[in-house]
């Protein structure tokens, strides 16, 4: 690349691509994340790696991403931070309370039995050499669990469906299926890596419950007096965002050092923060954009790179549909089967079962999870890649289809 900076390059690459793509899926009317995921996939083995091979390495050569491999970690980590204060509690009474609990756990343990279903099909082919069993099917269990909070979210505004009682729920069951969801990922994470001792296991556990306690116990109530403080209005000046970043980046590094992986203590500090909508909106204004818009493609793309084009051949396809099938069923029939249990019509349980199904982005951090702790390797790597970019495509004509002349106007159920 002569005299010019390969990162530098490789950014501008990744950003153009990322933002034609996302264009395109906009005018196509999915979310413009989906058209970033598949950017990765465009500039991995995948795709540039078969049209101009050479091209391709001599833009992402393995031996120096180091660059955009840091890039990516900050934006994961702010990305997290943002999903975890974006997190609500059900409101609107018992009632809904009730229907975004049974929604959210079924939503969460149905997907993870079909996750457990398929896993010895999967296992003797495509886990990584030495990993026994059930670390993978475990894991292959919580990667159905995932749903997409912030897409959802995003879906939800587009169609102005965000105050509808349908989105409503939705909302609520996402927020609880998503601290179900990372709370079973960071015990199979726990005991995936309990592989190298049981102290280093118990270490995990009782740090990462520690962390919550110290968190929840202490920085939340601190955090609600300087904020309240220093910025009634909700929106945090200099100083007082930079606490909040040292914060976040600090419970990052510990969940770190502790086994776990960095996006749990960033989750956890955004989910310490009080729920101030006015506070959301600034950290979204100030964080989001830059992570979201710059350093998130950098995470697609090295996602991207680490596909293979092996997961497509021999025995792949069958067990990408395998995969595809689980987590669609899981999804649709368990978060449908919670919400027609708490009285929702079939039409509108659907609806709510389409939303859930959404993984995008969240889904790929899970995998990232499992591809650095070694329990999954490429093929079924690029397999949930694959499916995460299928499942998010398919929730707004399916929802489109399922509310169709209702706009989600569904009543909910009385308490």
Same mark, same amino acid.
């Given at each position: ?148 909070? %912030?897409? $959802? &979210? @995003?879906? /939800?505004?587009?169609? !102005?469906?965000?105050?509808? *009682?349908? #989105?409503? +729920? ?50 939340? %109530?601190? $955090? &609600? @007096?300087? /904020?309240?403080?220093? !910025?009634?209005?909700?929106? *945090?000046? #200099?100083? +007082? ?175």
């Amino acid at each position: 690349m002569g005299h010019i900076p390969l990162l530098l390059v490789q950014l501008a690459v990744i950003l153009f691509t990322a933002r034609v793509l996302a264009l395109l899926l906009r005018h196509l009317g999915q979310p413009p994340v989906i058209g970033e995921m598949i950017a990765g996939i465009v500039l991995g083995p995948i795709a540039f790696g078969a049209l101009a091979p050479d091209w391709q390495m001599a833009v992402f050569p393995r031996d120096q991403l180091a660059g955009l491999d840091a890039l990516s970690q900050i934006g994961l980590v702010l990305f997290m931070f943002i999903v975890g204060a974006e997190l609500r509690a059900p409101g609107n009474g018992a009632a809904q309370a009730r229907a975004a609990g049974w929604v959210g756990v079924l939503g969460v343990l149905v997907p993870m039995a079909a996750g457990l279903a398929i896993a010895p099909l999967l296992h003797p082919t495509l886990a990584p050499k030495g990993v026994a069993f059930w670390p993978f099917a475990l894991f292959m269990s919580a990667s159905m669990a995932i749903t997409a909070f %912030p897409i $959802l &979210a @995003r879906i /939800l505004k587009e169609r !102005a469906m965000t105050h509808t *009682p349908l #989105g409503q +729920l939705s909302l609520a069951s996402a927020a609880i299926a998503d601290v179900l969801a990372w709370i079973v990922l960071a015990l199979v994470v726990g005991l995936i890596q309990a592989a190298t001792g049981w102290a280093a296991f118990a270490r995990m556990l009782v740090g990462g419950a520690l962390l919550a306690a110290f968190g929840f116990g202490l920085m939340r %109530p601190l $955090l &609600a @007096r300087a /904020l309240a403080r220093h !910025a009634p209005d909700g929106k *945090p000046e #200099g100083s +007082l965002l930079g606490f909040l970043l040292i914060g976040c980046f600090a419970f990052a590094a510990m969940t770190q050092w502790l086994g776990l992986h960095a996006v749990f203590g960033a989750f956890l500090f955004g989910a310490c923060l009080p729920r101030d909508d006015r506070l959301l909106a600034t950290l979204i204004e100030r964080l989001q954009h830059v992570a979201v818009l710059v350093l998130m493609p950098v995470f697609f793309a090295l996602a991207g790179l680490n596909t293979t084009p092996d997961a497509f051949s021999g025995a792949g396809l069958p067990a990408l549909m395998l995969i595809l099938v689980a987590a669609v069923a899981g999804k649709v029939l368990g978060a449908g089967a919670g919400a027609r249990i708490s009285g929702l019509p079939w039409r509108e349980s659907f609806a709510v079962g389409a939303l859930m199904n959404a993984r995008a982005l969240m889904e790929l951090i899970v995998m990232k999870v499992g591809l650095d702790i070694g329990v999954i390797g490429y093929e079924i790597f690029t397999m949930l890649m694959v499916m995460a970019i299928a499942t998010t495509l398919m929730t707004t004509p399916m929802l489109a289809l399922c509310v169709r002349g209702r706009r989600g106007a569904a009543a909910m159920p009385s308490p």
